[in-house]
């Protein structure tokens, strides 16, 4: 969780607005659980510069065991398929932690 935090600490305000964007405009192409999980990542930060410190959640907060796979999948498409930089390099830090939390899950199903 603490690449991730690092991670979004390195956005400018127009990456995170653009992030949003992007997973708003995709979000019937994507697992719900995913999108509300990279919509938290994304507020914690810009809630954070606000003023506003609370504890960056887990993916487990909000994704079941059974989702993961399918999480990390439509995280690594998206990834492949984004030409918006700080998107990818975000999505790469997600991937990794969602596999690190499935790996670390044994109900996951791995």
């Not at 410190?53 to 993916?59: A, E, F, I, T, V």
Request: charged share 25%; hydrophobic share 40%; net charge negative.
């Amino acid at each position: 969780m603490d690449r991730i935090a690092e991670e979004l600490a390195t956005l400018a305000d127009a990456d995170l607005d653009r992030i949003t964007a992007v997973i708003e405009a995709l979000t019937d192409g994507l697992p719900e659980p995913l999108t509300a999980w990279i919509h938290h990542l994304v507020d914690h930060e810009r809630d954070g510069r606000a003023g506003m410190h609370y504890s960056l959640r887990p993916p487990s907060d909000a994704l079941e065991p059974q989702d993961y796979a399918g999480c990390i999948e439509a995280a690594k498409r998206l990834r492949d398929s984004s030409i918006d930089l700080p998107l990818a390099t975000l999505l790469d830090v997600v991937i990794e932690v969602l596999e690190n939390f499935q790996r670390n899950h044994p109900a996951s199903g791995t």
